[in-house]
DNA sequence: TAATAAAATTGAATCGATTAAATTTATTAA
DNA sequence: TTAATAAATTTAATCGATTCAATTTTATTA
């Protein structure tokens, strides 16, 4: 293993020299420097990471939580946040808590600051999870995708309530009256926003009722489920709002398994927009996330933050909007 | 910060001892382990990684390389490989070089011992590439998915060749004769052996032909662009055997365009079973991979070959079978 | 009870870099 | 030429845990 020192031995100069370098403090007169480059190309030196966290006191690692990694939405997340992070030097440990909460909490507790400088969060479904471990630890968190209401910390997140309230417009514009609501578990603040967002647009045009609201979680077996459950109790539905876009994809497999059709029988919009939902038959109609987007926002909130470059001292919201993405699985029905 | 000094002197022991209760060196009395325990119990201690990996010589990070995070068949593969490594304490550092040879290079050569103490790689694609760097390193490395001529080291690999074969036979045996062959990169041995198993069951039948030969990449563009060649250049096809699930997605798309009906008109058969094969319609027949299983088994090898523990001193390629999972993809011609 | 062996504990060196105070060398002004 | 100042370089302490030789304590045996 190729040292700072064996640098210096050969460059014939200190290893504070070596290290002010290779450090870009600018104190090293020109000639040594090249001293020290050419030292450190021949002998083929590359600095020890952990050796410098220690001294430096920090990391150039990061770690990024996910719920479920099975669920497209998320690897196009991480994608968002180390394509950014790689350019800065960091590196992404990805815990992926498959919605069990236990198992977050665990690796939570496992964590500390020596381990990474940072942490990107999309917490897993649980309802009244005590964070406070998280915030004892200090260390600079930003949360993505789901909030909650025991984690309070800059959050960059989708318009949750708008991009719903659009959606089902959507729905009613087309000439939709009965229109079921498939929800997310109640424990996510996105599924329960995103509920509010329904309800204010069917309030509006008097279309509400109790009876339209079923909530289940962020599965397909959910969306199956309530799907199927809804084409017992309904004879009529007009269209579904599903919460997610997998739980559209389960909704769809129920309609079609009930011999229905998609969209002459019922309509469906679902959101997110993971790459699949435009692969589907039909394709479907959603609010668009700008998924990859949102994760290179939260990474360059996070450095702003690890590095202290954060100018604002209070916690921030970062609310950015979806878009509605139309496509062939909401039928226009007569004089709409 | 609480250090073990700080645990050292509340116990009223020293920090060799300490170290040994935290490290279960089982030298320790009973009861100065209680003291100890104690102490770090009261002072929410916490063992600093960092520093126990400077003065071990090795960091409990392992490295994940994977060509492309977006097609879902990594991140379950990822499932499956950090599922084992966290019950082992290890964390994975994840680099997705989105097929760029180029991106790949940057990080393995960034790469040292310091960061990651081992590596699991499923190379990006790219025709010769210099591997030298890798093996350089001397880090233990596994290579999953995909092969390369440069890279040998311990793999582990499901059985392409009799998987293409299997799932050709099976397109035969529903009577199907013109049998096309969407193949991936031909930089990729996956690819490559993919091919070698559909042209063994078309000659062992007489129905080989060199016309029915697409080479691609592993991306639902390219399945769509070669189906659409195949389509503008046949009049009449039976089947399609597409290199991959993602492919297959893409070709699918183009025959749906065309007119043509799934699998009346056109069968199609893919392979790896991603997650969404199933939820397509008609739902995709195809050989599944057990994924899940190749990540874990990955990371139990490597995990041998960090800590001294493999039996075998040479190198060993583990193939796993794959099984054909039949679904709607693929008419059953009359007579066969 | 002394001698010896075994068990338990200590403490200093170490891992490889950073950092800041101390020292050396170069530059400028008088 | 010398003193004062600035620039460059060195040196040693430090980060926090591990490790092993040295020492102390405890247990065993004669």
Known sequence: MITIKDVAKKAGVSVGTVSNVINNI???????????????????FKPNI???????????????I???INNPFFPELIRGITDFLETKGYYAIIINTDNNAEKEEIFING??????????IAPADSKGKDFRVLSELKIPIVIVDRESDNLNDDTVIVNNHKGAYDAVNYLINCGHKIIIILCGSNHTK???????????AMEENNLFNDDYIYW????????YKMMDEVLKKFKKVDAVFASNDIIAIGAMQAIRENGLRIPEDISII???????????SPPLTTIRQPVYEIGSMAAEILLKKIEGKSELKNICRYVIDGELIIRDSVAKKAGS
């Open 26 to 44: 600018d104190i090293v007169s020109e000639s040594t420097k090249r001293k020290v480059f050419k030292a450190i190309k021949e002998l083929n």
């Open 50 to 64: 952990i050796a410098r966290s220690l001294s430096k006191g920090k990391t150039d690692n990061i770690a990024i």
């Open 66 to 68: 996910v719920p479920e």
């Open 111 to 120: 964590l500390n600051s020596f381990l990474v400088s940072g942490i990107i």
């Open 190 to 200: 996105t599924a329960q926003n995103r509920y509010i967002g329904w309800r204010k």
């Open 216 to 223: 289940g979680d962020f599965t397909i077996d959910s969306g």
């Open 270 to 280: 679902g959101f997110d927009d993971i790459y699949f939902s435009k692969l589907l």
